[in-house]
């Protein structure tokens, strides 16, 4: 057949049939997984939400608009009464941009967060989401290991029971920086911030 096809055509009629090929696999691929990823991130998601605000039963998803723009909010709940909120702030911090879930009670004092995302220095920024282990190698050869399943972050805990603004100890406030990371340190509080500010804002408290 190509060979019918001038010399000058062949070379992109190739290209454009591999192209049309690719994204053809591709497409489908993509509608193969998106279950699988939808399904990770529902439950990525609820895992969180029980993390910031452990008290609650059930979550309620509400949209509002905060300055112009869309804004996503859910409202904590148990026993129809609602306890709080919760929301995602974003900061930009040393090398990616973090996604931090806060929840905050009725009064909009932080109850819990949890970081979604951030891509910071390994052995340093990533210290914002580091469990600090009491585990030993002879705690694990020896099966004594705590159980740490409930363990949380303990960059993460300073921030229960605070009303924003939360600042770093550098800046003036009582959240202890990782050493080596006050710029990772700070767009938590960034992050936290920004997320109770836009709850304020939406829910009018």
Not at 137 to 142: I, Q, S, Y
Not at 145 to 158: A, H, I, N
């Amino acid at each position: 057949m190509l060979k019918r096809v001038p010399e000058y055509l062949r070379f992109p009629l190739v290209l454009t049939i591999v192209a049309v090929i690719s994204a053809a696999s591709l497409a489908g691929l993509y509608a193969l997984t998106l279950p699988a990823k939808e399904a990770m991130a529902a439950k990525e998601t609820e895992d969180a939400l029980k993390v910031v605000f452990p008290e609650a039963a059930g979550f309620e998803l509400k949209h509002a608009r905060v300055d112009g723009k869309p804004f996503e909010y859910r409202v904590a709940k148990r026993g129809g009464e609602t306890l709080g909120f919760v929301a995602v702030g974003h900061a930009v911090g040393y090398s990616s941009q973090l996604r931090v879930m806060v929840g905050v009670d009725r009064k909009l004092d932080v109850q819990g967060i949890k970081i979604l995302y951030q891509n910071e220095t390994p052995g340093l920024g990533t210290k914002v989401d580091e469990i600090s282990s009491r585990k030993t190698w002879w705690t694990v050869l020896t099966g004594t290991s705590p159980d740490e399943s409930r363990l949380r972050p303990w960059f993460q805990v300073q921030f229960n029971g605070k009303r924003i603004p939360v600042k770093v100890d550098k800046d003036g406030g009582t959240i202890e920086s990782i050493t080596g990371a006050t710029i990772s340190s700070r767009a938590v509080c960034n992050a936290v911030d920004q997320a109770v500010q836009n709850l304020k804002k939406a829910v009018g408290s």
